[in-house]
């Protein structure tokens, strides 16, 4: 993550035909993570964004985990 600190993300951004929509969300998700509470609350620095990326082996790693918490 250190080359994308302070750096232009323009060009690792979702792109094609969904990319609006992508971005979107991505917006969406940041203004929501700024206002959260924990994040005010915590005295830390704050969450204020989601990495989505392409690795096909999180997906069942996610599922795992998702069985398992229940």
Excluded: C, F, Y
């Amino acid at each position: 993550i250190d080359w994308a600190t302070g750096g232009n993300l323009l060009s690792v951004m979702p792109q094609g035909e969904n990319q609006l929509r992508w971005k979107k969300l991505l917006n969406e998700a940041q203004m929501m993570l700024h206002s959260a509470a924990v994040n005010q609350q915590s005295g830390q620095l704050a969450i204020n964004g989601i990495w989505v990326w392409r690795d096909p082996s999180l997906v069942d790693k996610m599922r795992h985990w998702w069985r398992n918490r229940r």
